[in-house]
């Protein structure tokens, strides 16, 4: 039996080492948002990707970016969290608590190492950091991929709306579903 992963909380400053992590991924299926014909509810319709689409690993630019962009909102109240064999980085979560609720702003694992319960332990954690600090409801805004939302619905997660572009705290970020959770009273 090889070496057991384990979860810690990080310092923002490993947030360099995100480049560790293969984000590569084969999209087979993604959702597309579809409003009821009154606009005030939404349903997710599954939509094949054909050819299958190759979501790419980060490029310097990107994971710069990224690094930047969540050390200033860790500045602000949060945490990050890693996923570890031994000394290597094999996933990672970010969330952060300004106000009273709390916002995923990333869970990544490493190709080599999805569908063996390290999301999901990235993802109690950040749920569980998010608790302690007295944020009752998690929000994220995920990929629209069928494997992303899938995961997160897995793990409790409820589509609650959709956020135009232009009206997220997150640089660059398209039109995107956002789930919820509660997480404590």
Request: include cysteine.
């Given at each position: 039996m090889g070496e057991a992963v384990h979860i810690q909380r990080i310092p923002t400053d490993d947030l360099q080492r995100i480049r560790e992590v293969d984000r590569t991924e084969l999209i087979a299926a993604k959702y597309e948002v579809v409003r009821s014909?009154?606009?005030?509810?939404?349903?997710?319709?599954?939509?094949?990707?054909?050819?299958?689409?190759?979501?790419?690993?980060?490029?310097?630019?990107?994971?710069?970016?990224?690094?930047?962009?969540?050390?200033?909102?860790?500045?602000?109240?949060?945490?990050?969290?890693?996923?570890?064999?031994?000394?290597?980085?094999?996933?990672?979560?970010?969330?952060?608590?300004?106000?009273?609720?709390?916002?995923?702003?990333?869970?990544?694992?490493?190709?080599?190492?999805?569908?063996?319960?390290?999301?999901?332990?990235?993802?109690?954690?950040?749920?569980?950091?998010?608790k302690d600090a007295g944020a009752p409801v998690v929000y994220l805004h995920p990929n629209l991929t069928v494997a992303a939302v899938g995961f997160y619905r897995k793990h409790g997660y409820a589509l609650t709306c959709l956020v135009e572009e232009g009206t997220l705290s997150c640089p660059e970020m398209e039109t995107c579903i956002v789930l919820a959770k509660r997480v404590g009273g």
């Open positions: 014909a009154d606009g005030l509810s939404l349903s997710l319709v599954e939509r094949a990707c054909d050819p299958p689409e190759e979501f790419p690993n980060w490029d310097e630019e990107g994971r710069v970016g990224r690094r930047e962009w969540w050390q200033r909102e860790l500045a602000g109240g949060g945490a990050a969290f890693g996923a570890f064999l031994g000394e290597r980085l094999v996933g990672f979560a970010v969330t952060v608590t300004p106000r009273r609720a709390a916002e995923v702003l990333g869970i990544f694992v490493d190709a080599g190492f999805r569908r063996g319960g390290i999301g999901g332990r990235l993802l109690a954690a950040a749920e569980e950091y998010a």
